[in-house]
């Protein structure tokens, strides 16, 4: 069954849900999702509404038009999704390959609503691997020289392939802020430890080193600030003075599969507002 | 600020969201939460809606009246609370103290909405814990041939003192399904297990000898079946095989302390539906 | 640096500890790791004691004689592992192919300190996953009627190729008591839920019945009994009302390959004890 | 059962666990417990020996004396603890009562094996609830002024009663150094974030700011440097979008009381080792 998708955030005021699902309602739209948030202390409204297309008075190509006035009769920013429209997925990876694996792996169970449509590495060790699912592999190496310039074809070719959402996959490059601009809110980054603890790199040394209890893993959207973007999921696990750095990067391991595969399920299924750097997550 | 809360279940059909809250919204509420929730397995509707009363069309002896033709037009069970209103709470205990201190705390410290008129046990040992804080203390010894005439009196008793939620705070003593039909989905119990796992008497002594790596505690409505009513809330602590039975009901403990309260907690806010023998949680 | 590990189980007795570290020290070993346990209960002592071969007066092949005395002495069941010894493994499965990817994933990686000789299936489905990964795939369709013979001819493929451990990543069959005794605390199940709730199948859908709010998955050896036997691992996944049987399968599903892999690892590197149907994991 | 507990920290070499469980088993000693560790990367050995000292040939008073020459031998650093001997404590606490009250019953219902012998506060509030659970309550007021002269009344009393522990429950005062040296490893304060996240004050704003999916506490001992001491354990719970500060800090209550009180009991257990700014926990 065919759904749209609403999402919405907008200065809060009386009458915001009833109009919208008024909308839907006198439309003949069968409402199958809804879910709204208030945060109180800066007053902005967030919806998801999804309701089934099956004899809903305007096709797709009309919804927007029709729900135009009450967008700007409240000054939403909102967003139309259609279930029928898959985004388009892009892997970046560097030589750790276990986040790699689990979304292959996922990308081909079904699990991932979206098309992996190829990957990119700075190496070509993970070449095989990819390959082996039966995926395009992109080999751009990357030095602090030509970085810009590679990543423009790299954007040349995302462009080209209409990549809609880009999962960093433990990829040991920073990208310029040029590029983030261009996919802001798009990127996808995991990173291995409890944010904001162990913001940059080493973050299991440095946890070691620190004699933590609990390690974690963070994964968020990028910003131009290195690990400081809006956090869309963690997790963690306990560790103990047994864990040398070897099992806290073992253990971590399974945290950022996880962490990073429900990041990116949230993201294609749209359940995801960004806002003042922070996250509505309406699962 | 004062609010009203509708807590409503209904068959699913197109529309309610909408009449729902169009009636708040043409009658000048302004919505604080919302929050739905559909079992496609039945084709179930339920609702938690809560909209501040200041500048609201009707006072609040009207907002029934107003809203009963919503209310047959779609059959809904439905509930209508007032933040205003606080529920009346009596504890029933028999020897162990751990869940009773922390309850006696929480509605001392005002993180329990609701207005703990009086304590209840089948023993004296807990009188003077009681009395520390307060609150009048009842002695209703039990024995098998007095029970069904000891219970007339607790329930004239807590009829007298309009009671609303009784809380079996480790209450060693099996109620009688008249006295559980007449507090329907109203009496929260906290057993020492993960339910559905060790139904019944000494789960942490089954849980030792099964040899499980994870030990719990369930909150749950009080049904006429043994351990078998809707659960409310759910937690657990990961034991090993250095975990005696004693370190077990230790750990135990804390989990029972936080998964009661938990439950009483949503269910003063009138924040859980009961259906099917499960909860919806709008929490 | 190569090492030898004794597992040890015997009647708690005075000086059995300063008897294994004293014949460990004199004989000028280094110890690395050395765990114990008394179940005072039963007064059963239990170690694990690891110590590094170079520089140890005997050779691997004369160590088990020299350590007989001690062993008699004070009654004790116990194994002596070397940790050049690599155990041979095995994987049977049937169509759910998540927890397979996981262990393919994790012995290509080096995660896991096994040799994966095999993979047993009684469907098809799954053998170009297998093949890509580049070990060998057995199909042994059962039915009602031929299930002992064709056990038969696992177990001799099973003998030929020396396998040490089986490994069930979701295998829907039920093992004969021949087969189950044959390899005896060596064959590892996956059972999708917090056992002991939920023995047998479907147990999602069950938990989805029972309206709990946390689902779990166990990881056990097999006895003659269905789900019954000694517990290695569990853990548990947070659900709620929201989550359909389907939400229920996927969280799962990531349960299922963590507590699974995490029984296969302690199982290879010796760290397992079992009696009385449990197990002492020396992690 | 009386028992003796050693805590051993020093360099690694062959030969420690044999020669200290040689010296208990000779003198005719039971060990109930023991528990070692290896820092490799340090290369130090820890270890918690405990024995029954019924039948031990040395009286408690002697068994120092007869230890030493291994000690020595070894470089050691130890500590000899007897069952017997129960440790003093005192609680600082400001105005939140929520650890305070825990304490208290803990305490009174023998959960912590430790004799609370006083209550110090910078304010009056809580005098009540301390007199409730007839604990002796002092009031030492402090301003920036007086800090110092206040402390060294506030030591002299400690002193004088003996106090072993000090346990800070959200005490809002910053210890002087020279305070924090007299009792070293022996002031454990709870930290209502998950260190090393959100250092300094009102680590729930800031975690709420920063719109993080997870809260913590941690419980350590103090150092002169603020929330830098080492860590003796932590925990978390989950938050949303949909928790409000106040949230935060409801939920983050109940992790702090169990925070807390897990480092008080092992610490009156004698189970934590101290080095390097780290802890070892022989739980």
Known sequence: METATL??????????????TGFIAKNNGNIVHADQHIDFQKSIFFMRIEWEL??????????????????EKFSMDYQLHFSSEVQNVAIFV??????????????????LPGNLKLV??????????????????YHFPKTKENKLSVEEREIELLEREEIDLIV?????????????????NRIINIHHSFLPAFVGAKPYHRAY????KIIGATSHYVTEELDQGPIIEQDVV???????????????????????????????????LVYDNKTVIFE
Chains 1, 2, 3, 4 share one sequence.
């Open 94 to 111: 560097s030589r750790y390959d276990h986040c790699l694996y689990d979304l292959l792996y996922r990308f081909k169970a079904g699990e």
């Open 120 to 137: 990119i590495s700075n190496h070509t060790d993970l070449k095989p691997v990819v390959e082996m699912f039966g995926v395009p592999f």
């Open 238 to 272: 306990r560790v103990s003075h047994r864990d040398s750095v070897e099992d806290m990067i073992r253990k971590g391991r399974d945290l950022e599969k996880v962490v990073l595969s429900r990041a990116v399920r949230w993201h294609l299924e749209n359940k995801i």
């Open 54 to 71: 099956d004899g809903f008075r305007f096709p797709k190509s009309k919804i927007e038009k029709a729900f135009k006035p009450i967008a």
């Open 209 to 212: 080193e620190r004699g933590v």
């Open 168 to 184: 960093l996959a433990r990829y040991m490059q920073i990208l310029s802020d040029k590029f983030v601009s261009r996919f802001r």
């Open 7 to 20: 999402l919405i955030s907008c200065p809060d005021r009386k009458g915001i849900l009833a109009e919208v």
